[in-house]
């Protein structure tokens, strides 16, 4: 079976949820969570979008540093 990323980040995200409403382990939750996000943004990119990071890091006068501070 084959999957392309957005499919693989998809059901990344539905683990993730089904994980966290039937009490699943929060570090796992996060996990993958944080993988889809990871893919998603990445395909975006690839499109020549900009990604929410971009926004965020945009919304701080100091940059990428500055954002992390956060």
Same mark, same amino acid.
């Given at each position: 079976?084959?999957?392309n990323?957005?499919?693989?980040?998809?059901?990344?995200?539905?683990?993730?949820?089904?994980?966290? /409403?039937?009490?699943?382990?929060?570090?796992?939750?996060?996990?993958?969570?944080?993988?889809?996000?990871?893919? /998603?943004?990445?395909?975006?990119?690839? %499109?020549?979008?900009?990604t929410? %990071?971009?926004?965020?890091?945009?919304? /701080?006068?100091?940059?990428?540093?500055?954002?992390?501070q /956060?």
């Open positions: 079976m084959k999957f990323k957005e499919q693989v980040a998809a059901r990344q995200l539905d683990t993730a949820i089904r994980m966290m /409403f039937d009490g699943g382990d929060i570090v796992s939750v996060h996990t993958l969570a944080a993988a889809a996000a990871t893919v /998603f943004r990445n395909l975006l990119e690839d %499109t020549g979008e900009d929410w %990071t971009d926004a965020i890091i945009e919304a /701080f006068p100091g940059g990428k540093k500055q954002a992390r /956060f």
